[in-house]
């Protein structure tokens, strides 16, 4: 581990983030050049103690999981990403399968969409970030481990995960998303993430099997699609989305006709959520 290295590192791509840049207010008082130490721990979900050591070079040795946190906060590209993990002395993530890296491009747009359900996924369906109103609206995706972080793995494994979307909606969304499982395979192909989740949905779910032996392949999300959530209600939204070509991430952002109850349940929704994080914060 080079600290002074990863020290100086630290604060020049720090000094580089204007607080726009990641939808914080720059106020009338800001002096720091960039943002300020404790606005980055708190992006890469860090104390401000245990960043601004490092940044002194007198921190501890960052593990992968932690490098993998400021790399995202600092919005490195891939590039930048490889030389922190080095600095630090590991090997740099292998670009080879998912790339759980976020494009800093991808990050600036959903930095400025906050009070919008958006939310960042991978070819398989893996969530890597989402907004509060996307929480609110879908649930926390981001918390499952393993081959169940794929919306399309829970879907056959886990059918209670089915109840995001409105019964008679089940099946076109089911042959949806094994239709993007088969896109994912054909370009990964064998040992890939996608490889994994076909060889394990294969083993225990008959279902799946005989929507995969229709071989599908229209792997475009609908931009149309119908919520069903607890509190609220069956919402219609259009789902945008953006893909980064270098990665195969998607940036899917849900919106409502303005003015329509539609628009109206998900006011009402974002409200929902953030009283649920203030209590329980």
Same mark, same amino acid.
């Given at each position: 581990?080079?600290?002074?290295?990863?020290a100086?590192?630290?604060r020049?791509?720090?000094?580089?983030?204007?607080?726009?840049?990641?939808?914080?207010?720059?106020?009338?008082?800001?002096r720091?050049?960039?943002?300020?130490?404790?606005?980055?721990?708190?992006?890469?979900?860090?104390?401000?103690?245990?960043?601004?050591?490092?940044?002194?070079? $007198? =921190?501890? &040795?960052?593990?992968?999981?932690?490098l993998? %946190?400021? /790399? #995202? @906060?600092? +919005?490195?590209?891939? *590039?930048?990403?490889?030389h922190?993990?080095?600095?630090?002395?590991?090997?740099?993530?292998?670009?080879?399968?998912?790339?759980?890296?976020i494009?800093?491009?991808i990050?600036?747009?959903?930095?400025?969409?906050?009070?919008?359900?958006a939310?960042?996924?991978?070819?398989?369906?893996?969530?890597?970030?989402?907004?509060?109103?996307?929480?609110?609206?879908?649930?926390?995706?981001?918390?499952?481990?393993?081959?169940?972080?794929?919306?399309?793995?829970?879907?056959?494994?886990?059918?209670?995960?089915?109840?995001?979307?409105?019964?008679?909606?089940?099946?076109? $969304? =089911?042959? &949806?998303?094994?239709?993007?499982?088969?896109? %994912?395979? /054909? #370009? @990964?192909? +064998?040992g890939?993430? *996608?490889?994994?989740i076909?060889e394990?949905?294969?083993?225990?779910?008959?279902?799946?099997?005989?929507v995969?032996?229709?071989?599908?392949?229209?792997?475009?999300?609908?931009?149309?699609?119908?919520?069903?959530?607890?509190?609220?209600?069956?919402?219609?939204?259009?789902?945008?989305?953006?893909l980064?070509?270098?990665?195969?991430?998607?940036?899917?952002?849900?919106?409502?006709?303005?003015?329509?109850?539609?628009a109206?349940?998900?006011?009402?929704?974002?409200?929902?959520?953030?009283?649920?994080?203030?209590?329980?914060?």
């Amino acid at each position: 581990m080079d600290r002074t290295q990863l020290a100086d590192f630290l604060r020049t791509r720090r000094e580089a983030i204007q607080p726009e840049d990641v939808g914080l207010p720059r106020g009338q008082r800001r002096r720091a050049r960039g943002l300020r130490r404790e606005e980055v721990a708190a992006l890469c979900g860090m104390s401000a103690d245990y960043y601004g050591r490092l940044e002194q070079g $007198r =921190g501890p &040795t960052p593990s992968e999981p932690m490098l993998a %946190a400021m /790399a #995202r @906060g600092l +919005r490195l590209t891939t *590039a930048e990403r490889d030389h922190l993990f080095r600095l630090a002395g590991h090997h740099a993530p292998d670009r080879v399968g998912v790339d759980e890296h976020i494009a800093p491009g991808i990050l600036r747009i959903l930095d400025r969409l906050q009070d919008t359900p958006a939310q960042v996924v991978t070819e398989t369906g893996e969530t890597l970030a989402q907004t509060p109103p996307a929480v609110a609206l879908l649930g926390d995706q981001t918390s499952y481990t393993g081959l169940a972080r794929s919306t399309v793995y829970r879907w056959y494994a886990d059918p209670a995960s089915r109840d995001v979307y409105p019964r008679e909606d089940h099946a076109e $969304r =089911g042959r &949806t998303f094994t239709a993007e499982l088969r896109g %994912a395979y /054909a #370009r @990964g192909g +064998r040992g890939s993430r *996608a490889a994994a989740i076909v060889e394990a949905l294969s083993a225990r779910s008959p279902e799946f099997v005989a929507v995969w032996a229709e071989h599908d392949v229209d792997d475009k999300h609908a931009r149309t699609k119908r919520i069903a959530h607890a509190e609220v209600g069956v919402l219609t939204l259009e789902c945008q989305t953006l893909l980064d070509t270098d990665s195969g991430q998607r940036l899917l952002v849900f919106t409502a006709t303005p003015g329509s109850p539609d628009a109206d349940r998900l006011a009402l929704l974002a409200v929902i959520g953030a009283q649920r994080m203030s209590s329980s914060g």
